[in-house]
């Protein structure tokens, strides 16, 4: 089978803007969680999140100009795209078949124009009949919306921003399997380079939801944490006390490349991607299945397909070293990706470290995925496991080795990534450290 590699990462983060930055604070279990400040959340149970702060866009693209004014989605895309175009080195690259260069993309919508569409359809109520006049409603939309601004609602649209900046023309896919997003796109990227259509596949994920809706709905769902202390706190997965996810935004981007393509132009692989599973759930909308029968076939395919026994010891040891958990900080999502793992690993699960970004940073959501797999990644480079801060109430029932609060070092070959979403969508990879055949 054809070898996949990842030759460039990028992301933008509420921790911050470069790969560098990011994960330093992260292993130092630093939180970027805090108080809202791009509306007025004050009126909302929950007032806090992992906000992207000081970041310009325009610094990572060639002309501002050609993208005229790109939703947030769409930039932060851009800012992470650039990062992993840099250090992939493809922009050096003279050679380079843009027509055999790819996008796959898990990017979710942009942001609704929420107070202008409030004002339009109160404007145009008609308070005797009931109802909604349409012309009134055209008449004042009209005035008053953006057009550009609505076409950046869709979520096509951050490929498009990506392609155009790099002129990219080879396959090109957006889904938006919720949480699940950016995992199940890098994941089918791999196999649109295994198949042959192309040589080269920029891929991974961007959103924000942080605006009034995107807060209001999770609200309503009681998803979200309304923890009343410290924002830094609010975000506590596999804790006892546990009560629920703290929203975040930003962008994950990598580069992946054939291993032919890659050693051909002289590319510096930084991990292989082995292993991608996915399953549904078939349940309910919101809830995973209590038996965790779906994160556990997405994490046992994508072993299955990595040609990994997951109840084997190498040396004593697990062939797996490192477990980038979903990890939502939800009563039900912690206590079911726990028992998934545990169903996947058997006796080896106590001795494969799990943790959960998120605790950190929020939840990226369609984004969540990709930031997570460059996580793995970096822990294969530097062998750090960075921690679940805030975990200083276990759960008695979750007994795994959530890594605790400080960043370990330790030697890590082998990562998996879980991501699962909304509607019982559930995806997995599994990557290695690259080791050049003989």
């Not at 933008?12 to 791009?38: F, H, Q, Y």
């Not at 409603?137 to 609505?150: D, H, I, P, T, V």
């Not at 979403?421 to 990879?429: A, C």
Request: aromatic share 8%; glycine share 10%.
């Amino acid at each position: 089978m054809t070898r996949v590699v990842i030759t460039g990462m990028g992301w933008i983060t509420p921790l911050g803007n470069d790969l560098d930055t990011v994960w330093k604070r992260m292993c130092n279990s630093e939180s970027a969680i805090a108080t809202i400040d791009r509306f007025d959340a004050s009126s909302f149970p929950t007032t806090f999140a992992g906000q992207v702060r000081t970041f310009d866009w325009k610094q990572y693209v060639k002309d501002a100009s050609a993208h005229r004014a790109p939703a947030m989605n769409s930039q932060f895309a851009l800012g992470a795209s650039r990062q992993a175009w840099d250090q992939s080195g493809l922009g050096n690259f003279e050679d380079l078949n843009l027509d055999r260069v790819g996008i796959y993309l898990g990017a979710g919508e942009g942001v609704l124009d929420f107070s202008a569409h409030s004002l339009i359809d109160t404007h145009s109520w008609d308070v005797k009949d009931g109802k909604i006049n349409p012309v009134e409603w055209a008449n004042y939309a009209s005035e008053n919306l953006n057009e550009w601004g609505e076409v950046e609602q869709e979520p096509n649209m951050p490929l498009w921003h990506v392609a155009k900046e790099y002129g990219l023309q080879g396959p090109s896919f957006n889904c938006l399997t919720a949480c699940a997003a950016s995992t199940q796109a890098i994941g089918e990227a791999v196999s649109v380079l295994q198949s042959g259509d192309a040589d080269v596949m920029l891929s991974g994920g961007t959103h924000t939801m942080l605006h009034a809706l995107g807060i209001t709905g999770f609200n309503r769902l009681t998803a979200l944490s309304t923890f009343d202390g410290d924002p830094k706190k609010a975000s506590r997965p596999f804790s006892k006390d546990r009560g629920g996810f703290v929203m975040g935004e930003g962008s994950g981007m990598l580069v992946l490349e054939t291993l032919e393509h890659a050693l051909a132009r002289g590319a510096t692989p930084l991990a292989e991607i082995v292993g991608f599973g996915s399953s549904a759930d078939a349940y309910r909308i919101t809830d995973l299945h209590p038996e965790g029968r779906g994160p556990a076939a997405a994490i046992r395919n994508a072993l299955e397909q990595a040609g990994i026994d997951p109840t084997s010891l190498i040396d004593g040891k697990p062939p797996v070293q490192y477990i980038s958990a979903h990890g939502t900080s939800t009563q039900e999502n912690d206590s079911i990706e726990t028992k998934a793992i545990k169903l996947v690993f058997g006796e080896n699960a106590p001795n494969v470290p799990v943790s959960s970004i998120k605790s950190m940073m929020g939840h990226l959501i369609a984004a969540a995925g990709s930031v997570e797999l460059i996580t793995c990644v970096m822990s294969i480079q530097t062998n750090m496991l960075v921690p679940t801060i805030n975990l200083d109430n276990p759960d008695p029932d979750l007994d795994l080795d959530y890594v605790p609060n400080i960043a370990r070092k330790a030697q890590v070959d082998c990562c998996v990534s879980n991501s699962f979403g909304f509607g019982g969508q559930n995806n997995t990879l599994v990557i290695k450290r690259f080791v050049q055949e003989n």
